[in-house]
């Protein structure tokens, strides 16, 4: 059973920057899916980056999604070495405020671009126990 721990959360005032991680062990599969998903007291869990296992696509952009709402501030990368994923998090803001988690699951389609990886996770993700980012202004 794949195991995940996030750490890099914290308190930052708006417009700061972290970068959350994310080390997977037990982890043995080639093609997979991983991404990062955040929630806030009351609300759904809501996808915000993911990515499909090098490979499992046609093109390098499609093995990438962020959302909308973190398109341009958030990018989702991750280390193969080291089994670690990673969220890099610029121009905070006070919405972004929530508790972070990290996601993994197999990849069993032909292919698993990062918006299908999204969905997938949402379905059928294995998860760390999360990490807090607090934003204030």
């Known amino acids: 059973q794949v195991q995940l721990m996030e750490s890099g959360g914290g308190s930052v005032q708006s417009g700061g920057s972290l970068r959350l991680s994310c080390t997977a062990s037990?982890?043995?599969?080639?093609?997979?899916?991983m991404g990062w998903f955040r929630q806030t007291p009351g609300q759904q869990r809501e996808g915000i980056a993911a990515?499909?296992?090098?490979?499992?696509?046609?093109?390098?952009?499609?093995?990438?999604f962020h959302a909308d709402s973190v398109k341009g501030r958030f990018t989702i990368s991750q280390d193969y070495v080291n089994n670690t994923l990673y969220l890099q998090m610029n121009s905070l803001e006070r919405e972004d405020t929530a508790m972070y988690y990290c996601?993994?699951?197999?990849?069993?389609?032909?292919?698993?671009?990062?918006?299908?990886?999204?969905?997938?996770?949402?379905?059928?993700?294995?998860w760390g126990q999360g990490t807090q980012v607090t934003v204030s202004s």
């Open positions: 996601g993994v699951s197999a990849c069993d389609a032909k292919y698993c671009t990062g918006s299908w990886c999204l969905g997938k996770l949402s379905r059928a993700g294995t």
């Open positions: 037990r982890f043995t599969s080639s093609r997979y899916c």
């Open positions: 990515m499909g296992s090098p490979g499992s696509t046609l093109t390098t952009t499609g093995r990438f």
